[in-house]
């Protein structure tokens, strides 16, 4: 069974970063983006559905980003074994949401492709 475990959610005021990170226990790098076609980071909001935010896809790592979030959050896959991030500068607090790690064999176009998920982490932005 495949587990993702996130961290680095918490409250930061308007203008702030945060980082996010997510683990893959287990796998090594090469056998990690063997394992799945892509990883991301999915959020939603309260009374909402889950929506892709950034997601980097297998060897070749080419990125896709929201348009509400280019500009201000990179995606990036750590030199640490298993290991991907979702550094977000210049928080608004629409940004406010739990964020999910994901990960899927076959596509991270919606909600439905993910096959693994992470637990969530909050990120709360005050004004």
């Known amino acids: 069974q495949v587990r993702l475990v996130e961290s680095g959610g918490g409250s930061v005021q308007a203008g702030g970063s945060l980082t996010l990170s997510c683990e893959a226990p287990?796998?090594?790098?090469?056998?990690?983006?063997?394992?799945?076609?892509?990883m991301g980071w999915f959020r939603q909001y309260p009374g909402k559905g889950r929506e892709g935010v950034a997601v980097i896809y297998g060897r070749g790592g080419s990125i896709y980003l929201s348009d509400d979030v280019k500009g201000r959050f990179t995606i990036t896959r750590g030199n640490a074994k298993n290991m991907l991030y979702l550094q977000m500068n210049s928080l608004k607090p629409e940004d406010t949401a739990t964020f999910y790690c994901?990960?899927?064999?076959?596509?991270?176009?919606?909600?439905?492709?993910?096959?693994?998920w992470g637990q969530g982490t909050q990120v709360t932005v005050s004004s």
């Open positions: 287990g796998y090594t790098r090469s056998a990690y983006y063997m394992a799945f076609y892509c």
């Open positions: 994901a990960a899927s064999r076959d596509s991270c176009r919606s909600v439905s492709d993910i096959d693994y």
